[in-house]
């Protein structure tokens, strides 16, 4: 009955790795006290939805979409960033100027990587954690870290089933049951896999539920307006860019990025 001893490693892995997960999802979807005022009526600029939407990467894609739009920068298809007006309009765009250095031409991707890990962007994000709208770094990386932990336990649940069925010395018929029974916690990880995607998508990892609340609210943008190309890249990202030469600029940019 050594099959037995495997079940419940099983059953182990499977009861403690679900459970740290739907703690931790139920942590993160609780809304630190005081900031309830804060996120009932935002009002946030396109660089706060951007990073809502997409984190600090989407930041830095806004900003070096809004200076190649209004002519600070010019993004090539090959993947270059040149500086055409040294004046940062705002502390976003000088960050971007400040990662390209005095050379005034870069690589889009060490560019973006720069600017998304910059101080502004750290500080922009903490203004949007402290008003409850972002999900704080350390829950972040905590629901990656359970989730993981899950798909492990899938793993481990699958291997051990099969090491179990494959045992020499068991009798005939041996192996439909003990497949019956390990499917019980392969199951249960599997479902809290499906409930915890469902539960999050397709939200926005970086967005709290009051953040993802101000997300759902905003309208489409039309089309033809810069200000409505920026803000529709704020939301869904460079593939919103209908200029085949911008799109190829920033997506040579994201590829060989972080």
Do not use: K
């Not at 037995?4 to 182990?12: P, R, S």
């Not at 990892?205 to 993802?212: E, I, K, L, M």
């Not at 799109?247 to 060989?256: D, F, K, N, Q, V």
Request: proline share 7%; glycine share 10%.
């Amino acid at each position: 009955m050594l099959w037995v001893m495997l079940l419940l490693v099983a059953w182990g892995a499977a009861a403690v790795t679900c459970t740290r997960l739907c703690l931790v999802t139920a942590g993160a979807a609780h809304r630190p006290p005081g900031t309830a005022g804060a996120a009932a009526s935002p009002e946030l600029n396109l660089y706060e939805t951007a990073f809502l939407a997409g984190g600090p990467q989407r930041v830095a894609d806004l900003a070096l979409v809004s200076m190649h739009l209004r002519r600070r920068l010019l993004l090539a298809h090959t993947g270059w960033a040149t500086v055409v007006d040294p004046e940062g309009r705002d502390e976003v765009e000088r960050t971007v100027l400040r990662a390209i250095g005095p050379e005034g031409q870069s690589r889009i991707a060490p560019l973006r990587a720069a600017a998304a890990t910059a101080d502004t962007v750290r500080a922009l994000a903490d203004r949007l954690v402290t008003a409850g709208l972002a999900v704080p770094h350390g829950t972040r990386t905590s629901l990656e870290s359970a989730a993981r932990a899950v798909r492990g336990a899938v793993v481990l649940v699958v291997a051990l089933a099969a090491v179990a069925m494959l045992m020499p010395g068991q009798g005939a018929g041996h192996a439909g049951p003990v497949a019956a029974w390990f499917g019980l916690p392969l199951l249960l990880t599997l479902g809290c896999l499906a409930i915890a995607r469902m539960e999050n998508h397709p939200y926005s990892p970086w967005a709290s539920p009051s953040g993802q609340h101000w997300l759902d609210s905003l309208p489409a943008p039309a089309r033809g307006a810069d200000r409505d190309l920026l803000a529709a890249v704020a939301v869904r990202g460079v593939g919103a860019l209908e200029d085949p030469d911008l799109r190829a600029a920033m997506l040579s940019g994201a590829r060989s990025g972080v």
